[in-house]
């Protein structure tokens, strides 16, 4: 799937008027945060109970509309852009799996969007205002029957590792959610030498710099995507767009 700043690069073209409402905005990455409490959910199948109960509080009607645009997103971005990039890596590096490919191209993208559109950084920070996110955390953990203090201590964490790496993330393109996945890959790829001789761990820049060049080409594919969305209703939720 598509990582965070790319879902809010996406989220400030489709819908500008409400690019700076951080309750979309919101919306837009509340999905992948859920990897932070129970890992890896392919397609968010196990959030589908909860996104359904918020669906009917009024007060969280916003925030289902980003949530709407983040689902469509992943459905169509997943397997129009990232998957194809994933088939032409494995070419280039056949002893990495697949979900390692991913991950890297998801973060080399997250990457070339920021070097290009650094106000996504802007809308990311932001965030950090946002007074509902512990009450949305602890909904979260509710629903997947975990300790709700750990969850939003884990999303802390991140908001906090953001503010620090800021300036860095800028440079990098290594945004916080995937700063970890990223780590713990590569702590397992370095584990897995023996099946993998000619990959070894300091390569992991030589990797990004690979799925970064695949990825230069990411304005045509979402100039269409976006503008998809535009015309087309990925929601059916109706608000008022602010100016």
Not at 52 to 58: G, S, V, Y
Not at 105 to 123: G, P, R
Not at 207 to 213: E, F, N, T, Y
Not at 228 to 236: A, G, I, V
Request: aromatic share 12%; hydrophobic share 35%; proline share 2%.
């Amino acid at each position: 799937m598509p990582g965070i700043m790319t879902h809010l690069y996406v989220a400030t073209w489709v819908e500008p008027g409400l690019c700076n409402d951080k309750e979309f905005l919101f919306g837009n990455i509340y999905p992948d945060l859920e990897k932070l409490i129970i890992g890896v959910d392919e397609n968010h199948e196990l959030l589908k109970g909860l996104i359904k109960k918020l669906r009917k509080k009024k007060e969280y009607k916003t925030l289902c509309r980003g949530i709407d645009l983040h689902l469509i997103v992943d459905k169509y971005a997943h397997k129009d852009y990232i998957e194809e990039k994933v088939k032409k890596l494995h070419k280039k590096f056949p002893n990495l799996n697949e979900k390692e490919l991913h991950m890297f191209t998801e973060i080399a993208l997250d990457k070339q969007i920021i070097e290009e559109n650094n106000y996504v950084l802007y809308h990311f920070d932001t965030l950090k205002t946002y007074t509902k996110w512990k009450n949305l955390i602890g909904e979260m953990a509710k629903h997947f029957k975990v300790d709700e203090e750990t969850a939003i201590n884990n999303v802390q964490f991140y908001i906090d590792l953001f503010e620090g790496i800021g300036y860095m993330a800028g440079i990098t393109g290594l945004n916080p959610i995937s700063v970890k996945r990223a780590y713990s890959t590569l702590k397992k790829i370095k584990k897995k030498q023996k099946e993998a001789k000619d990959f070894k761990f300091t390569q992991k820049f030589h990797l990004l710099l690979s799925c970064k060049k695949e990825v230069k080409d990411y304005e045509g594919y979402f100039d269409w995507l976006i503008e998809k969305l535009k015309k087309e209703p990925y929601s059916k939720i109706k608000i008022k767009r602010k100016n």
